[in-house]
């Protein structure tokens, strides 16, 4: 059977953008599922959810558009941490940005919790040292896309 532009319509009319706290359950409940080896690195990192990434985010990632910036890892990457002699200024945290969260869960049409779970391995595979296009392939996408 296939399904019809009506049936579309239907599902989308269904459906109905998480909270920021839903946003944060979910995405600590995804981080607690990870296995084992990653959650002993990344240990017990809090997860802020906030419409829009500030500008110290954009700056620092140097992204332009805040639609592209999902999520943000804070902290001093696990590769770095043995070089610093002082522990860091702020604490570690992983931001989660609702609106381009949920515009690119529109774009892409899968479960919500899909493109969180896509988010968070993202900015962890950058917490492990990777760069974009390995943090992209961790994700299972192709880095020339």
């Given at each position: 059977m296939t399904s019809?532009?009506?049936?579309?319509?239907?599902r989308l009319?269904?459906?109905?953008?998480?909270?920021a706290e839903e946003l944060a359950v979910l995405g600590e409940r995804l981080l607690a599922e990870?296995?084992?080896?990653?959650?002993?690195?990344?240990?017990m990192v809090p997860i802020r959810v906030e419409d829009w990434p500030d500008e110290a985010a954009l700056a620092w990632t140097e992204?332009?558009?805040?639609?592209?910036l999902?999520?943000?890892y804070r902290a001093v990457p696990i590769g770095e941490r043995h070089a610093q002699?002082?522990?860091?200024e702020e604490p570690e945290m992983i931001f989660l940005?609702?609106?381009p969260i949920l515009v690119e869960w529109a774009e892409r049409g899968c479960a919500l919790e899909e493109v969180v779970f896509d988010v968070l391995t993202h900015e962890i595979a950058h917490h492990l040292g990777l760069d974009e296009e390995g943090a992209l392939r961790v994700e299972g996408r192709d880095p020339g896309d």
């Amino acid at each position: 059977m296939t399904s019809g532009p009506g049936d579309r319509i239907a599902r989308l009319a269904q459906l109905r953008a998480p909270s920021a706290e839903e946003l944060a359950v979910l995405g600590e409940r995804l981080l607690a599922e990870l296995p084992a080896e990653i959650r002993t690195l990344v240990g017990m990192v809090p997860i802020r959810v906030e419409d829009w990434p500030d500008e110290a985010a954009l700056a620092w990632t140097e992204c332009e558009d805040p639609l592209d910036l999902t999520g943000f890892y804070r902290a001093v990457p696990i590769g770095e941490r043995h070089a610093q002699a002082l522990p860091p200024e702020e604490p570690e945290m992983i931001f989660l940005y609702r609106l381009p969260i949920l515009v690119e869960w529109a774009e892409r049409g899968c479960a919500l919790e899909e493109v969180v779970f896509d988010v968070l391995t993202h900015e962890i595979a950058h917490h492990l040292g990777l760069d974009e296009e390995g943090a992209l392939r961790v994700e299972g996408r192709d880095p020339g896309d």
